[in-house]
């Protein structure tokens, strides 16, 4: 079974840029998160989705970053426009419930950088 | 806010002792899951505990959830070189929202 796939697996722009994320969650998967996940630190939650519906999206920055998830399965992800801070490695789970209940697979993540 | 706070931040062993990471949180959680994650790569789930007082083992590795659901361990025992990584715990709140909080994680090294 595949996994949880996200591209690019590297990406370097500069400041005030845009860049975009993308996911494709395991076959099947009705929950999809994407997360923000900073150096030595845990992953946090920037949306979650159940199907195509944004179900929690309280800490997506919404002054630049925006979220899609057409017809359910694959998301994209878009910051318009880069700031330094934003420079993380952004990872993609999904899982097989709703709510997010069970387990979460995770993609091997985006690493940005920011410059 | 809800929080979930973990300890050690660091532990470093030789290979062969024992290893125990704890989890609190400030509210009372529906369930728990520990992932791990190595490094440069990406977290892996391990388990999720949901009753109270839960035990469960997997070779290894001995994970305990609180009486009072607000708190959880991760032991593993005689610890080995692929245990080398970070051991996050997740909580799920109780509430209505069911957000998955996750602790800052315990970075493990091993010395062989």
């Known amino acids: 079974e595949a996994g949880v796939v996200q591209s690019p697996r590297y990406k370097i722009i500069e400041k005030k840029q845009p860049v975009a994320f993308w996911c494709n969650p395991i076959?099947?998967?009705?929950?999809l998160y994407w997360y923000l996940q900073n150096l030595g630190q845990g992953p946090e939650l920037l949306i979650r989705y159940e199907n195509e519906e944004a179900v929690d999206d309280s800490q997506l920055p919404k002054d630049r970053f925006s979220a899609e998830r057409l017809k359910g399965v694959d998301s994209t992800l878009k910051i318009q426009p880069a700031e330094l801070g934003d420079s993380a490695v952004y990872l993609c789970a999904s899982s097989p419930g709703l709510a997010g209940f069970g387990e979460q697979f995770f993609g091997p993540g985006t690493r940005l950088t920011v410059l | 806010g809800q929080q979930v706070m973990q300890i050690p931040q660091y532990q470093h062993v030789q290979e062969g002792e024992d290893f125990t990471t704890y989890c609190n949180s400030s509210t009372t959680l529906s369930n728990i899951q520990w992932y791990k994650q190595r490094p440069g790569g990406h977290p892996v789930f391990l388990i999720q505990l949901v009753k109270s007082g839960e035990v469960k083992k997997q070779k290894r590795l001995t994970f305990q959830f609180g009486e009072a659901k607000k708190n959880s361990s991760l032991h593993i025992t005689a610890t080995q070189t692929t245990d080398v990584g970070t051991y996050f715990c997740a909580g799920r709140n109780a509430g209505n929202n069911r957000k998955l909080i996750w602790g800052l994680g315990t970075s493990l090294a091993v010395n062989p």
């Open positions: 076959s099947g998967h009705n929950t």
